[in-house]
């Protein structure tokens, strides 16, 4: 139980870090990155868990905690980024 409970901390704090670090990238309505990473987290630590038999908690945080940060990038919109005006070097 204490597991699901960590997982569930470390999704929401790799979403709403993700907004922190790089709000610009998150244009849509603000839920979707932290539910993002949220699902990511429990469902990367829940399968890690069955995975190793819950005999490895740390490597199931570990486990938790990248999936929660690769698929946190998923609804990210770089495209949409202001482009910089300053002088551009042509080749």
Do not use: C, N
Not at 55 to 61: F, T
Request: glycine share 10%.
């Amino acid at each position: 139980m204490w597991e699901t409970i960590a997982f569930v901390l470390i999704g929401l704090a790799v979403g709403l870090g993700a907004l922190q670090v790089r709000p610009g990238l998150f244009p849509g309505p603000r839920a979707l990155p932290v539910g993002t990473a949220l699902v990511a987290a429990v469902l990367a630590g829940r399968i890690s868990h069955y995975v190793l038999d819950g005999r490895a908690p740390l490597a199931q945080l570990a486990v938790a905690a990248v999936a929660s940060l690769l698929l946190v990038s998923v609804p990210a919109r770089p495209d949409l980024l202001p482009k910089p005006h300053g002088r551009h070097r042509h080749v």
